[in-house]
């Protein structure tokens, strides 16, 4: 009997498929249960927040001079009289319809809100994520590459810069001197008011739209204002990216095949571009996601600064003046895109990593 015969060892040819399909849709549904799950605690968690916090819903939207037939009506209208577990499920009930209830601050649905804010601060930070990986990377590569030369260690030294630094202070200062003193940028806002009613929104990135209607003019002036607070953003995204690249680089650089390579005559930048850094690829695309989640979070700063109006600044003035429809939406928004960007990074790892499909076949 031929050895590649599949009734050998006494098994149908379907068998194997039927058991890799059914391996898949097992991994499949534990993915599903565990992202359920990690949402289900993040609105737990951002209810039981909101429900803790001193400050009154109703006066929230009534004010302290409301009668109290008036605080009455609206304490009934708002669900608060029922028990906390049955408002803990008309809140996911709303939740999974993408309702969040009326922004205090603006009076509009706070999904309209966020639509409206999200775009500047997805082009701040996407500027800011491409500043720091063009930089952050080869940066780290070439620090793994010159250890304990000048060279590294100013390079660590930006990075110690970017991660203590406050943003809020280097876009003080940044503003003091590019914008003020040598007049080189824009300054705070997104554009200037005699280009905002140029610009044609198509997709609400003010770069993207101004190229695409090739309105050349109103492109450099967004891009004069992007450029410095996309940089200071960028600034500790660069060195998150960089110090991790460094640490994964020198320990590929000890390992023998590099040796190996190095000792059959391969040039030392061969050595560590086209080999080493290969096997740090997936590891470094997981940092910069992350890094890209993480910058995405920490605009607010920034976005207050240059008075950006994006996202960051949407959530400053929400907290402040106790808007916790607009708080709970944007920290759920927070907690999807990191949720989202850690599936992506391991579907990455399970594409690119052979070691990881070995370990789960």
């Known amino acids: 009997m031929s050895q590649l015969d599949p009734t050998a060892a006494g098994m149908s040819p379907a068998e194997p498929l039927w058991l890799r399909l059914r391996e898949s849709a097992a991994r499949l549904g534990k993915l599903l249960v565990s992202v359920f799950c990690t949402l289900l605690g993040l609105a737990a968690l951002t209810f039981f927040i909101g429900r803790l916090l001193p400050i009154d819903p109703v006066v929230s939207v009534l004010g302290d001079n409301a009668s109290q037939e008036a605080y009455q009506k609206m304490y009934h209208l708002l669900g608060l009289d029922k028990p906390l577990w049955e408002q803990f499920l008309m809140y996911l009930k709303n939740v999974a319809m993408l309702d969040f209830g009326n922004a205090l601050t603006t009076g509009n649905p706070v999904t309209t809100d966020i639509a409206r804010v999200f775009p500047a601060t997805l082009e701040l930070a996407t500027l800011a994520a491409l500043i720091a990986t063009c930089l952050g990377i080869p940066a780290g590569v070439l620090s793994a590459m010159y250890r304990n030369t000048w060279f590294d260690h100013c390079i660590r030294f930006i990075g110690l810069l970017g991660h203590s630094a406050p943003n809020f202070w280097l876009g003080l200062m940044g503003l003091v001197l590019f914008y003020a003193g040598l007049g080189w940028i824009g300054g705070p806002g997104r554009i200037d008011f005699m280009y905002e009613f140029d610009v044609q929104k198509v997709t609400g990135f003010y770069l993207i739209d101004t190229a695409l209607t090739g309105n050349w003019e109103a492109f450099r002036n967004v891009f004069s204002h992007l450029i410095l607070p996309a940089s200071i953003l960028g600034l500790s995204g660069l060195s998150y990216i960089s110090r991790m690249t460094r640490s994964f680089m020198i320990e590929q650089l000890g390992q023998e095949y590099v040796i190996t390579a190095r ?3 391969l040039s030392w930048a061969r050595s560590v571009w086209i080999h080493a850094f290969r096997n740090v690829a997936v590891q470094v695309v997981t940092v910069v996601a992350l890094s890209y989640a993480f910058l995405l979070e920490g605009a607010v ?50 594409i690119f990593d052979p070691r990881t499909r070995q370990e789960q076949s």
Request: hydrophobic content about 55%; proline content about 2%.
């Open 263 to 265: 000792v059959k005559g």
């Open 301 to 350: 700063l920034t976005e207050t600064v240059f008075a950006w109006p994006g996202f960051g600044r949407y959530l400053t003035n929400a907290m402040l003046a106790g808007d916790m429809n607009a708080v709970v939406g944007c920290s759920l928004l927070i907690g999807v895109i990191f949720v989202a960007l850690n599936l992506i990074c391991d579907l990455l790892y399970r």
